[in-house]
């Protein structure tokens, strides 16, 4: 931490991975070789860079963007862009870290890496937030490609912005390979990648409690968030008759206590993705329940899915889900719960899956993406939905195989720490200091 006094957010993640990995690598030493915790921890190479534009009124805009490409020790770089006021160099180092396990997790040959800029795309007209993205990739193309770096969508970049920075990156590089995953349908996308995410988390989740002799049929769930992970953990837990009783944004919490149905999540898909409207306007306009300013975390619930962000869910939170009698918690954010809120879940001996497990299916069908567009074909809905399924049951499986505590309930945050490194560690060891 003296090295990186500045960078709360990198540092909790690195403190959460070393906390599982400690104990394993002292019954395995050769873990301990070749500065290779030292050299994990430490990012292949960071750019940051300068990105100017004009806005509509004609003044001149300045942001800050990065690419923190951390590790390509199992394949190319990859991981989404953010865009959003928050981001800095320690969020976005905490997201590439954490990418590289979770796409060891994923069984596919990716590497970690993340992205992103300070530009906020909330307000801005469309032509603004074209310029913005073409301005960013003048800089960002020299750094990518199909078997270096690719990168995806993540807050604040959805189909818009990764197509606006796609084309730009194609006509800069006069080069069609798949250097972005994410994309529309007609120039290269896969299907299933938007629903990828959200979907990929609730089969996590219905590993867990099948694990332990329960379905999600009946149960009451509570979604952070109402992006794209948040709107498809949302209908696929609907669909498999899950009662879901919030949604939330940054201002607030949509409270839904008989639960979402499919015309009423639809309408929020609507409002959200094509009119770009807040929950609070959606909830008086169909006359329901806005907790402006609050969490979704004090709805009693049985399972409980943050979508939204980093530390959104804290010890108090943990501790309200766990006395409201929850018994599952499954992140599809990355980072959504504070080190002390994991702590209360892991006492609590509740389901608790971190985000790099029951998360990955997004990197997962990126992956899939890319093999799509090798080989120059497109698979079925039902197909990538089949590869995506099996992938998350792999995941959960290995998170049992790492994760199995004396008692045989299930560590998997130990799990898939473990999973995770076991692989790249490996990798790295094979090939040397480099
Ligand atoms: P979106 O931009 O589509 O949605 C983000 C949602 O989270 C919005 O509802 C937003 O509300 C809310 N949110 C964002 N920042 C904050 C904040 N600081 N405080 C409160 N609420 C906030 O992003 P995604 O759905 O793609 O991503 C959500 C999470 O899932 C992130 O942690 C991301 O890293 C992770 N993830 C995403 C993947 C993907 O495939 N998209 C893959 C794996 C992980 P508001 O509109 O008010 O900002």
Redesign the pocket.
């Known amino acids: 931490s003296a090295r990186d006094p500045h960078q709360p957010e990198f540092l909790q993640a690195v403190k959460e991975v070393m906390t599982s990995l400690w104990p394993f690598v002292e019954q395995h030493p050769r873990y301990a070789e070749q500065a290779l915790l030292e050299r994990l921890v430490e990012p292949e190479r960071v750019i940051q860079f300068r990105v100017s534009w004009i806005d509509d009124a004609g003044h001149t805009q300045v942001n800050r963007a990065w690419r923190v490409q951390h590790s390509n020790a199992i394949g190319p770089f990859k991981g989404?862009m953010?865009f959003?006021p928050?981001v800095n160099l320690s969020i976005l180092k905490f997201?590439a870290f954490e990418q590289t396990f979770k796409n060891a997790l994923t069984t596919l040959p990716m590497g970690g890496g993340k992205g992103g800029s300070d530009f906020d795309p909330?307000g801005k007209s469309d032509g603004e937030v074209m310029r913005f993205c073409q301005a960013l990739m003048f800089e960002l193309h020299r750094h990518l490609g199909a078997d270096t770096d690719v990168p995806?969508?993540?807050?604040?970049?959805?189909a818009r912005e990764v197509g606006f920075m796609a084309g730009m990156l194609k006509k800069l590089t006069n080069d069609a390979s798949c250097v972005f995953t994410?994309k529309g349908m007609s120039y290269g996308g896969s299907l299933m990648r938007p629903e990828?995410?959200g979907y990929g988390t609730v089969y996590f989740a219905q590993e867990m409690l099948h694990r332990a002799g329960r379905s999600f049929d009946g149960l009451r769930v509570s979604i952070?968030?109402?992006?794209?992970?948040?709107?498809y953990a949302a209908q696929k837990a609907i669909d498999l008759g899950a009662r879901v009783v919030t949604l939330?944004?940054?201002?607030g919490t949509l409270v839904v206590p008989d639960g979402l149905g499919d015309e009423r999540l639809r309408q929020v898909m609507e409002w959200?993705n094509v009119q770009r409207g807040?929950l609070s306007a959606f909830a008086d306009k169909h006359g329901l329940h806005f907790d402006a300013g609050r969490r979704p975390w004090h709805v009693p619930v049985d399972v409980a899915l943050p979508?939204?962000?980093?530390n959104?869910l804290d010890a108090e939170d943990a501790k309200r889900l766990v006395s409201n009698g929850a018994v599952c918690v499954a992140e599809?954010?990355?980072?959504?719960s504070t080190l002390e809120a994991v702590d209360v879940f892991l006492a609590a001996r509740l389901l608790y899956a971190p985000?790099k497990a029951s998360?990955?299916g997004?990197?997962a069908t990126s992956g899939l993406e890319m093999t799509q567009n090798a080989m120059r074909l497109s698979w079925t809905h039902a197909e990538v939905d089949e590869r995506l399924h099996a992938i998350m049951k792999d995941i959960h499986m290995h998170c049992v195989r790492h994760g199995t505590r004396a008692d045989g309930t299930i560590n998997y945050v130990d799990g898939a720490n473990i999973a995770g490194f076991v692989k790249v560690a490996d990798a790295m060891l094979l090939q040397g200091v480099v």
């Open positions: 989404g953010r959003h928050s997201l909330k995806a969508g993540d807050i604040g970049v959805g994410g990828a995410t952070s968030g109402s992006g794209n992970v948040a709107q939330s944004d940054s201002d959200k807040r979508c939204a962000t980093q959104e599809g954010a990355n980072m959504p985000g998360n990955a997004g990197v």
